[in-house]
T-cell receptor, first 111, second 113 residues
Framework: SQQGEEDPQALSIQEGENATMNCSYK?????LQWYRQNSGRGLVHLIL?????REKHSGRLRVTLDTSKKSSSLLITASRAADTASYFC???????????FGKGTRLSVIA | DGGITQSPKYLFRKEGQNVTLSCEQN?????MYWYRQDPGQGLRLIYY???????QKGDIAEGYSVSREKKESFPLTVTSAQKNPTAFYLC????????????FGSGTQLSVL
């Protein structure tokens, strides 16, 4: 069962624009993570935000977390064609159970 | 180089055949995982292991089996009982428990002949 759901399912933008993806989840979390997947490849961890954090930055990435709304957003600033990929949020349902992934947002950055 | 190696990259299964997907890691991670990904879908957990000689079923374990005889290795067998095995299979590992950052292999695409 999916814990996180990303929105939108697909996003197409011009190079240089910002891209925003959202993730909603259902139960209390310890942390929320974002991953990137290039076509036909494995996932790569981008950033982890803990439940007591509200915002986190890493290079051109900005992640926010609103535990009252059970939602998170991933902002990629000044996007590049190389950012074209699928982006997934992942959460832990409870205890020490493994990460549960959403269905992802497919981002296309057009040069 | 440290990392996770999955092999083969492409695998074809005949009807009624069991096939085994390999996953090896040299990151000294205790926990390892197998996920299945269908086109346009997220990842679904098949099995996971948090320590050698122990593993737990995930959400879609039926038709699959695993073993964890060594810390470095977590092979997945897709049995003939799995009627719809065509998918992209991803192996991952993490340092402690299941809450932290996962490291993924490059995946195995399994198709049915």
């Amino acid at each position: 069962s999916q814990q996180g759901e990303e929105d939108p399912q697909a996003l197409s933008i011009q190079e240089g624009e910002n891209a925003t993806m959202n993730c909603s989840y259902k139960t209390s979390i310890n942390n929320l993570q974002w991953y990137r997947q290039n076509s036909g490849r494995g996932l790569v961890h981008l950033i982890l935000i803990r439940s007591n954090e509200r915002e986190k930055h890493s290079g051109r990435l900005r992640v926010t977390l609103d535990t009252s709304k059970k939602s998170s957003s991933l902002l990629i600033t000044a996007s590049r064609a190389a950012d074209t990929a699928s982006y997934f949020c992942a959460t832990v349902r409870s205890g020490n159970t493994p990460l549960v992934f959403g269905k992802g947002t497919r981002l296309s950055v057009i040069a | 180089d440290g990392g996770i190696t999955q092999s083969p990259k492409y695998l074809f299964r005949k009807e009624g055949q069991n096939v085994t997907l390999s996953c090896e890691q040299n990151l000294n991670h205790d926990a390892m995982y197998w996920y299945r990904q269908d086109p346009g879908q997220g990842l679904r957990l098949i099995y996971y292991s948090q320590i050698v000689n122990d593993f737990q079923k995930g959400d879609i374990a039926e038709g699959y089996s695993v073993s964890r005889e060594k810390k470095e290795s977590f092979p997945l067998t897709v049995t003939s009982a799995q009627k719809n095995p065509t998918a992209f299979y991803l192996c991952a590992s993490s340092t402690e428990g299941a809450r932290e950052k996962l490291f993924f292999g490059s995946g195995t695409q399994l198709s049915v002949l």
